[in-house]
């Protein structure tokens, strides 16, 4: 019974947290005011999110579960890789506060537990290996023209969908603007290596 108090509370406070960030940018949600409004101590707050990082942390993660979820279903290789990356921007460009804090964070943010991982995996690592292995399920249907290695394509699309972000944060862009960015720039270097890629 205990565990799923404890559930329930972590929750309560992540959806207050994310409430106040949304109403006042992440620089300006207060834990007293967090916690106050959870009705809870100030202690308890730091028991199930030891920094405010860790609460960006949760979103992100949240976030990239939940495309991951989205495409899994109904695409495979290059088509999920695509699929994921524009269902990640909706989400991060759709919450703007909440995903301008994510990107202007992102390196501050701390690994979460995932648990068919095992151990704390930061979002961008956890990003990198479900791409690299979508890749590696595209290469025995594709005919790439160059030798396709798949961990160092997974880690560059990794840092074009991150520059594409901090380019949107930085150039105050509209939300559709991110998706169509990602989905570009992702296709263009997935048919630079020799790889299908239909939006």
């Not at 509370?9 to 106040?20: I, K, N, S, T, W």
């Not at 990239?64 to 909706?90: C, K, P």
């Not at 151990?119 to 595209?138: K, P, Y």
Request: proline share 4%; charged share 25%.
């Amino acid at each position: 019974m205990a565990s799923t108090h404890s559930t329930d509370l972590r929750e309560r406070l992540f959806q207050v947290a994310l409430g106040h960030v949304r109403r006042q940018g992440y620089a300006h949600a207060s834990i007293s005011e967090i916690t106050l409004e959870a009705q809870v101590a100030k202690g308890t707050f730091f028991n199930y999110f030891p920094t405010k990082y860790h609460l960006l942390s949760e979103v992100l993660h949240r976030w990239i579960e939940q495309s991951m979820a989205d495409v899994d279903a109904g695409f495979a290789g290059t088509e999920a890789v695509l699929a994921f990356s524009r269902s990640l921007a909706s989400r991060l460009s759709g919450d703007r506060k909440v995903g301008e804090a994510v990107v202007i964070h992102l390196s501050e943010v701390p690994g979460v537990q995932v648990s068919d991982l095992g151990g704390a995996v930061r979002a961008e690592d956890r990003m990198r290996d479900w791409i690299e292995a979508r890749l590696t399920e595209a290469l025995p249907v594709a005919v790439p023209l160059v030798e396709v290695r798949p961990p160092l394509l997974a880690f560059v699309l990794t840092c074009v969908f991150r520059g594409t972000l901090d380019e949107w944060v930085r150039g105050r862009q509209e939300a559709r603007a991110l998706d169509l960015a990602v989905a570009d720039r992702m296709s263009y270097v997935l048919r630079a290596s020799g790889l299908p890629a239909t939006q």
